[in-house]
């Protein structure tokens, strides 16, 4: 397939299937949001009204960095599991972009199951907060280390064709716009009835004990952990620096869930431009947008079985329990993001036992 992807007529091919997809997001916007073009000149004219560094600007710094360092944290665990299970050749055998993404996502799921250990004993406190991100942050450093000398070693060359830049820059305007969206304050519905608000009140009860009034403390609250680690952690420089830092944790699992398709195709022996146009698709669903930017969890749900989906396939055709450790680890995850993930479960059951069955 890859050899097929290469000939010479890749590049007129790949430039028709874009711009076909750019025209079907076209018709989808214009026949949903038409009325909105008529208030494009007020929009612009608004553009106007105010400074353009407020005093937010601070806020939105400071939760830029708190995130980073979470996604650090994140990187430091994941890389120390993800190594030991399959140790020092992991990245001759996958891709290697795929293989940071797989140690944040793991460091991610694990994180998450830690601060609900931590709120289930009433843990829920700033210096609990700072000593997690330390003891996050200590193998990071090591890892990245690591990352950075198998990276310089098993290099793969950069795109150097204009419409590989292209996609690039494409791909990265919706995701951006998405994380400066995410650092303002947050207007979705479901973000103030309990993405933010639950964890709120979680860190002001120093515990995850149900919330009187508030049925959605008993939803699945896998990804607001992280929110409740931001809000930990950005409390001492104010509220809005706690919501911000909480915005852009969640608006991480976007460009990781990029990332993965990327390298979920580069690993299946697809071209990079095809790769990049892959990547542009889900990029530019207007719904990945509107959820990264509203704090949602979906994107990371979605980064979870699609990674999990890849620990199938490894599975599949090698039959190493340690790939079933993996799609474990991001099915429960996913599962502790949104419970309808039982549906994918059931899936990924049927397959397995399929798959054991044709081996017996």
């Known amino acids: 397939m890859s050899k097929d992807l290469n000939k010479p007529g890749t590049f007129s091919l790949a430039a028709v299937a874009v711009a076909a997809w750019a025209g079907v997001l076209l018709i989808a916007f214009f026949a949903n949001r038409g009325e909105d073009v008529d208030k494009l000149g007020q929009f612009v004219g608004n553009l106007g009204g105010g400074p353009l560094a407020g005093a937010g600007i601070f806020d939105s710094f400071v939760g830029l960095l708190i995130a980073g360092a979470i996604a650090a944290a994140w990187f430091g665990i994941g890389n120390l599991i993800v190594s030991r299970a399959f140790g020092p050749d992991a990245s001759n055998e996958n891709s290697h972009l795929l293989n940071v993404i797989l140690s944040l996502a793991v460091g991610a799921a694990v994180w998450s199951l830690v601060w609900f250990l931590l709120g289930l004993a009433g843990l829920y406190s700033r210096p609990v907060a700072v000593v997690a991100l330390v003891l996050g942050l200590l193998p990071a450093i090591v890892g990245l280390i690591k990352f950075k000398n198998?990276?310089?070693a098993n290099s793969e060359p950069q795109p150097g064709g204009v419409f590989d830049k292209l996609l690039l820059v494409l791909a990265a305007v919706p995701v951006l716009l998405s994380l400066?969206?995410?650092?303002?304050?947050?207007?979705?519905?479901?973000?103030?009835?309990?993405?933010?608000?639950?964890?709120?009140?979680?860190?002001?009860?120093g515990s995850s004990a149900f919330i009187e009034g508030n049925i959605a403390s008993y939803l699945a609250l896998g990804t607001e952990m992280h929110v409740v680690w931001a809000m930990l952690l950005g409390g001492p420089f104010g509220e809005r620096a706690g919501e911000a830092a909480s915005g852009a944790a969640v608006w991480l699992f976007f460009p990781l869930l990029l990332a993965a398709v990327f390298g979920f195709a580069r690993s299946a022996g697809i071209t990079r431009r095809w790769s990049l146009i892959a990547v542009l698709m889900v990029a530019t669903v207007p719904t990945a947008y509107h959820v990264a930017a509203s704090a949602y969890i979906d994107l990371a749900l979605a980064l979870y079985v699609l990674l999990a989906v890849f620990a199938l396939t490894r599975w599949?055709?090698?039959?190493?329990?340690?790939?079933?450790i993996l799609v474990a680890i991001f099915l429960g995850a996913a599962l502790a993001s949104k419970l309808t993930t039982l549906f994918v479960i059931a899936a990924f059951a049927l397959v397995i036992m399929m798959r054991a069955r044709s081996e017996a």
């Open 180 to 205: 400066i969206a995410s650092l303002a304050p947050p207007t979705a519905k479901d973000t103030l009835l309990y993405h933010f608000s639950v964890p709120k009140a979680f860190v002001a009860q």
């Open 150 to 152: 198998a990276a310089n």
């Open 316 to 324: 599949w055709r090698s039959l190493e329990s340690r790939w079933l």
